[in-house]
């Protein structure tokens, strides 16, 4: 598991994937969640705005990213 520090209370998930650097852009973030290629908390989710909370674990191309 790789672990991702924010300095926001919160960050969406697509700001997430892109600032994992997991996508080169908000375009293509939008595509891989509207697919249902991103789990968080073991869950497919849809929603690009979902906010991600410390804790928060996220699955993509079997790897696991935690937030914190």
Known sequence: ?????IKTPYIKLDQFLKFAELVQGGGEAKILIQD???EVNGEVCTQRG????????????NETYEVQ
Do not use: H, N
Request: no cysteine.
């Open 50 to 61: 979902k906010k991600l909370y410390s804790g928060d674990r996220i699955q993509f191309e």
């Open 36 to 38: 249902g290629l991103v």
């Open 1 to 5: 598991m790789k672990i991702i520090k």
